[in-house]
């Protein structure tokens, strides 16, 4: 079950004007569930994203940052079930292919079209029933649709994710509404999951594509459950210009500042919640690293800890077995880290300090607190002061289980 998780309430989900979602079930892999999502935008939108830096993305990865590049975009097309990745030039058309049915359902460039594809790697999209299942998708494209189109991009999720927070801009409300699914094969190198964020505020294509990155970092590039990064991980930023404020084109701006904490903000919530539904997960850990001296070695120190299946799989057992923290920091890589200075907690209970067992601790207080379904490991590198935060869940036997059985 997922960690303190339910589903997203469909009327607490913001409609953004300039943004209309419709679903269809195509039969993509399986039968009977929604499987395909369009997105129409409006003329006037901008759009902006970052992909993964796998080596072997996928092919509608590729044709992304080829579209994106030709300018304005229209439509964003999404199928669940076959990941159109690792299938050469067949993939390739196959997603130019969407892209062109897309256009003749919309009545725009098949360049301003975004293909997006999560689910099983090295099997041929069924291009035919996307085509078929785009009729549908039309007739069915609301601005008050994001609900449905959360749980249209599901893959081994248990529950769809979505968030929504609103905003002044000098003056004008703002909505920013997102979705996103993940929850195995999930290491960040950019955005590990696909994730669609919204928002009608006009802001400047350069501007936005700043927006776009700064906002991953601070979410979806601080997330993990097993290590692995995906061959489809796309994070994409529309602004639709449709509330009515002067433009955003100043990133020292208040207005940008005020942008950039709404739009981390339902990010954020988006990335926690994938790890909340990681595969098999009873256990959502937050790694607070401080004391470093720069953000990149605090996060090397967090990614050190969630990636361990000794620590994840002690966590799953509520075990105290806590020394396997202390090597996983020990094997972050700064080599001239000085143990004897390194501070490590568990919430509020002082677990070791002066390089071995502080003299406070007691096994009773560590069972106490792995036994929680949320627990804080806090580490304190004493030697500077930048700080990063990692969130992870444990491993549990589930895991085996759903991965084992995915294509069954």
Not at 238 to 257: F, L, M, Q, T, W
Not at 326 to 351: C, M, P, Q, S, T
Not at 378 to 383: E, Q
């Amino acid at each position: 079950m997922p960690v303190n998780l339910k589903p997203p309430a469909a009327e607490r989900l913001l409609p953004v004007k300039g943004v209309a979602l419709g679903i269809a079930q195509a039969g993509i892999r399986k039968a009977n569930r929604r499987d395909l999502l369009l997105i129409r935008l409006d003329e006037r939108a901008a759009v902006a994203g970052v992909f993964t830096q796998n080596r072997f993305c996928a092919a509608p990865v590729l044709v992304c940052r080829e579209h994106l590049r030709s300018g304005a975009i229209r439509a964003l097309v999404v199928n669940t079930g076959i990941a159109n990745a690792g299938t050469g030039e067949a993939g390739l058309a196959a997603s130019r292919a969407s892209c062109d049915a897309v256009a003749r359902q919309l009545g725009c460039d098949p360049a301003q079209v975004l293909p997006f594809s999560t689910g099983v790697i090295m099997e041929p999209l069924p291009v035919e029933r996307v085509v078929a299942g785009l009729p549908a998708c039309a007739a069915d494209l609301r601005e008050d649709n994001w609900a449905a189109a959360a749980e249209a991009i599901m893959t081994t999720d248990t529950l769809p994710k979505a968030a929504s927070r609103k905003v002044s801009l000098g003056g004008t409300a703002v909505t920013v509404t997102g979705i996103a699914k993940g929850a195995g094969m999930i290491r960040p190198n950019m955005a590990t999951m696909l994730g669609f964020v919204a928002t009608d505020a006009a802001v400047a294509q350069a501007i936005l594509q700043r927006l776009v990155r700064e906002a991953a970092d601070a979410s979806f590039n601080c997330v993990t459950v097993d290590g692995d990064t995906s061959t489809n991980d796309s994070f994409v930023l529309i602004a639709s210009g449709k509330a009515g404020n002067a433009p955003v084109a100043d990133a020292g701006s208040a207005e940008y500042a005020a942008l950039k904490k709404a739009v981390t903000a339902v990010a954020a919530e988006l990335a926690q919640a994938i790890v909340r539904d990681g595969e098999g997960a009873t256990k959502f850990i937050a790694i607070e690293v401080s004391g470093g001296r720069d953000a990149a070695e605090c996060k090397a120190v967090g990614y050190a800890i969630a990636h361990s299946p000794l620590v994840k799989t002690a966590f799953f057992a509520s075990d105290p077995n806590l020394g396997r923290i202390l090597a996983a920091i020990g094997n972050a890589g700064i080599h001239d880290l000085d143990v004897a200075r390194v501070k490590l907690r568990l919430d509020e209970v002082l677990v070791s300090e002066n390089g071995g067992r502080a003299g406070s601790y007691r096994e009773e207080d560590g069972a106490r607190v792995m036994a929680q379904a949320e627990i804080a490991v806090r580490v304190d590198l004493a030697r500077g002061e930048a700080r990063a935060t990692v969130w992870t869940c444990d491993f549990s036997y589930d895991y085996v289980k759903i991965n084992a059985d995915y294509r069954s």
